[in-house]
């Protein structure tokens, strides 16, 4: 079999492409390898259009295959079930930067699939999977406006670094996924330390320089091995319809996009669309032509209010932010609660503490993990009016949530500092444009309610842009018609002190460093104005927790008594738990974290832990149980495995001439340690306990 490859050093190895060889009934077909890590990408594409069919069928799955570590999956099936949350992100991450590169009125199903088939442990395969779907979108005979290539760069004591290892990634201050073509940027992923504007746009040119030869890679592939494109239909809309259509609605429309209520220019909207189907069926021209001519007369008059006559649909400034309204301790049961509305949209988030048992975990391709912080995003329908089946959170849920929980992770306190668990949820009420960005003002704030000890409070802002040609308007804060109608989603968080998530996502083939530093000003400009809003309803932790979340006391035992606070079987352990219901997490260096919402149930759980771990105090009184009765005295539990002897005449201040007479095995009383001899022997005494 011929071999199909080319080779290039790319950061610390090599990264291979190879097709040919496998998976060849697929339109395209690539294996990426690096290190020891491979991914298999696949392209394939319907012949036909379904009937009816008005937007672009793009899938994409990111599949991490246990095998591919060398691990059999958890759980009672044994086989990989539903996409992790990893898997979903990794998609996405791929979807976002190809999706605009499809040819205009291009409605043939493509479905591209990546499958990690081997990991090194050390090297994040996501980005490798980028590559490997340009390359075989690229030599397929797919119609594709490629190739595009993708790194990911971390600055580690203030030098960057190409690719990064897991463990690199951990210690860094900034991680950025950067995709780039010929053109310019096209997609961002980014969490960083509150760096500044400056530094992250070196990190994300020093990534757009590494990767041109990856570029280059690629068209020499495509030169090699590349199939010729398909000729398949674009639906495009009749040119003479689209006449009719301007002459009908461009005037009327002028007058809708004066309207400042969304709820109204929606309702015009959908009265102005019934006139022209009954007017224009009559004539021939089918109801979805109709409607698909009419987004793009709208899609025109919105972008040229903008870009000639400097108008925004609601009338604001290009920089101006909608007003900003913000509640703290909005609902009486919980840890921690807020509410942030800015213009229509809405996001009341809710924060959670708890304790060790309540952490995630995760099993990923570079090991098992837990996670202590989480951050949820739910999008219901009445956000937008709208009715819907109720489902499990879909990939935007999932990837919204992960930018906001990406965003707030630099300032979020340790768990030595802050031993719980930390749940926020954030349930998007109203949307009308860029409810990830609330989901982060309003879980700081939430955070805040709740006593948890952030660093800083964080403010996130969205970004649009109208480009035509050589002209370019940037937009602060995007409501959802100008998300809808525009070039780009881009989307900054951070503190004061600087940037800690970024995520950019083009509806265009990219755009310039000089644009995107723009852009970064005027998101730093409108992220401090936030800040300055939320700072009203609370502008640092409150010092107390709810008195509703638990209270976590944090203890140091010796680690050669963990065994034996654990006891055979976790006796030891599980007698303390459901004698006082407290919870107990015991960590491999000593640190035991006891917790409950009951002050007493706690202080009765440190007693016993106590009680056992730590050594026996001469002068100490113990609340002790009788295992044995002696002739010349009883033996008392005052610890698991721990008796000490309690002679006759250590009994009572009276004379004792029967001890069965005032004992009996099971009988409870207080003792005191009077004295501990050279082999570990424990001597007690109950009248000295009793006279204290």
């Known amino acids: 079999m011929q071999n199909k490859s080319l080779k290039i050093k790319f950061g610390k190895n090599d990264l291979i492409l190879e097709t040919g060889k496998i998976a060849k009934q697929a339109n395209g077909s690539v294996t990426v390898t690096y290190g020891a890590t491979v991914i298999l990408v696949t392209a394939c594409m319907s012949r036909k259009i379904r009937e009816g069919q008005d937007f672009f069928p793009l899938t994409v799955e990111y599949q991490e295959k246990t095998y591919a570590a060398g691990r059999i999956p958890g759980g009672f099936f044994k086989r990989e079930g539903r996409p992790s949350e990893n898997e979903i992100l990794g998609s996405r991450l791929i979807d976002r930067p190809i999706r605009p590169l499809f040819p205009e009125g291009f409605l043939n199903e493509v479905q591209v699939m990546a499958i990690v088939l081997s990991s090194d442990g050390e090297n994040d395969p996501n980005v490798l999977a980028l590559i490997g779907a340009s390359t075989a979108l690229s030599i397929s005979d797919i119609p594709f406006n490629g190739p595009l290539a993708s790194c990911r760069v971390a600055r580690i004591n203030n030098q960057f670094v190409l690719n990064p290892t897991y463990a690199e990634i951990e210690s860094s201050d900034l991680e950025v996924v950067v995709a780039c073509n010929n053109n310019g940027v096209v997609m961002l992923e980014s969490r960083a330390k509150e760096v500044s504007e400056e530094v992250y746009l ?4 020093f990534g757009m320089d590494s990767l041109k030869p990856i570029l280059s890679i690629q068209e020499e592939f495509v030169r090699l091995y ?3 494109k398909a000729k398949v239909e674009l639906k495009l809309i009749d040119p003479v319809l689209m006449q009719k259509i301007e002459s009908l609605a461009s005037e009327k429309l002028a007058k809708v996009y004066k309207l400042s209520k969304k709820e109204e220019r929606e309702e015009e909207v959908d009265l102005l669309t019934k006139e022209l189907e009954t007017q224009l069926t009559s004539e ?16 025109k008059q919105v972008r040229k209010m903008i870009l000639d006559e400097s108008i925004r649909i609601d009338g604001r400034s290009f920089n101006q932010i909608r007003p900003i309204a913000c509640e703290v301790s909005v609902l009486p049961r919980t840890h921690g609660s807020s509410l942030f509305t800015r213009g229509q949209t809405q996001s009341m988030a809710i924060t959670t503490l708890g304790t060790g048992e309540d952490e995630q975990l995760i099993e990923a391709l570079d090991g098992e993990r837990k996670k202590s912080f989480m951050l949820h995003y739910n999008f219901p329908s009445f956000s937008v009016g709208e009715t819907r089946p109720v489902r499990s959170p879909g990939r935007r849920e999932i990837g919204h949530g992960a930018l906001a929980e990406k965003a707030l992770l630099a300032v979020m306190p340790s ?6 668990t930390i749940r926020v949820v954030s349930e998007i009420l109203e949307s009308n444009g860029s409810s990830s960005m609330a989901s982060v003002c309003a879980a700081t704030l939430s955070l805040m309610d709740a006593g948890v000890p952030i660093k800083e409070a964080v403010g996130g802002v969205a970004l649009g842009l109208v480009k035509q040609g050589s002209k370019a308007v940037i937009l602060t804060d995007i409501a959802g018609l100008e998300d809808h109608f525009g070039d780009m989603d881009f989307k900054v968080a951070g503190t004061r002190a600087g940037v800690t998530a970024v995520q950019l996502d083009l509806k265009i083939d990219g755009i310039s460093l000089d644009l995107l530093k723009s852009c970064l000003a005027q998101s730093k400009e409108g992220r401090l104005f936030i800040l300055d809003k939320m700072s009203t309803a609370l502008n640092s932790p409150r010092q107390e927790l709810s008195s509703f979340a638990p209270r976590i006391d944090v203890l140091k035992i010796n680690t050669e008594k963990i065994g034996e606070l654990i006891g055979p079987g976790g006796k030891n352990i599980k007698a303390i738990i459901a004698s006082t ?5 015991i960590k491999d260096d000593g640190t035991v974290l006891v917790g409950s919402t009951d002050a007493a149930k706690s202080e009765a759980a440190i007693k016993m832990i106590r009680a056992i771990t730590d050594e026996v105090e001469v002068g100490r009184v113990y609340f002790g149980k009788v295992k044995r009765i002696m002739q010349f005295g009883v033996f008392v539990e005052i610890a698991p495995r721990k008796e000490g002897l309690v002679h006759v005449s250590e009994m009572s201040n009276t004379f004792v001439k029967k001890i069965d007479d005032i004992v009996k095995v099971g009988d409870e009383f207080k003792v005191k340690v009077i004295g501990v001899d050279e082999l570990g022997r424990i001597n007690l005494s109950k009248k000295q306990a009793e006279a204290e």
């Open 202 to 205: 070196e990190a994300v040119k």
């Open 226 to 228: 590349g199939q010729s």
């Open 415 to 420: 768990k030595e500092k802050f031993p719980y």
């Open 284 to 299: 021939g021209f089918l109801g979805p032509d109709i409607r698909a001519g009419l987004h793009e007369v709208e899609k």
């Open 581 to 585: 219901g407290a919870s107990i997490d």
